[in-house]
């Protein structure tokens, strides 16, 4: 075997070894839906009769107990409530970002190990005392990480909420505004008022929702929702 297939060899084998492979997660989908269909409800005027929304969120764990760690000589405290994302994963652990510094976080060992706090720190080319881990600082802190796992909706592009609220009665006339936001800010031109007549029929609908009107009054509206908006 010739010197430079040797060196070809070694260089491949130092690349492989050098870094470590990070999974980046993806936020999910979710859909939130209100109320529970067929269920006697009641709303005030003012009030959602029916809401739909639409949006992304993300793995999260929330501290549950105020601890304090010093790396370099600088005491950090990470206070109760404090949360942090699922960023990536590797074989090793699951990592956790702060979502104001993505280079500091919670790292969760996938065997079950006490979790460790990580972040990225150089002085002068050197690390800070602890375990280098794919050029992250890794620190076991003197007492016990305790956390729960949360889910954290997160703004997107993609985010969209559907309102049908409940705007009082006049006659045997009720009126309704049907709002649309996207990224959590209404937009005018989806906000529309209707207005229907309960002497024609107790079932009013909007865009494939349904709803049974059972009682309404000028302060409250008493219902039963058949079905949720379409798309």
Known sequence: MNTRLLLFIFSMMFISCAGVKKNIVAPETYTKLLPELNKIKT???GSFVVYKENGYQNDAIEIVKTFSIKPDGVLKVIEKGQIFI???????YDFYGSASNSEFGVAIPINGENPLIYFKS???GIYSTGTNYNE???IKPK???DYIHIKVRTKHKDYFKKEFIYNGRVGNALKFIYREYINDYARPAFT????YDLSENKIIGFRGMR???IKATNTTIEYKVLNYFEK
């Open 86 to 92: 699922h960023k990536y994963n590797t074989n090793d």
């Open 136 to 138: 992250l600082t890794l």
């Open 122 to 124: 150089i002085i002068d």
């Open 43 to 45: 709303s005030e005027i």
């Open 143 to 145: 007492e016990q990480i």
């Open 211 to 213: 709803i049974e009107i």
């Open 192 to 195: 529309q008022e209707v207005q």
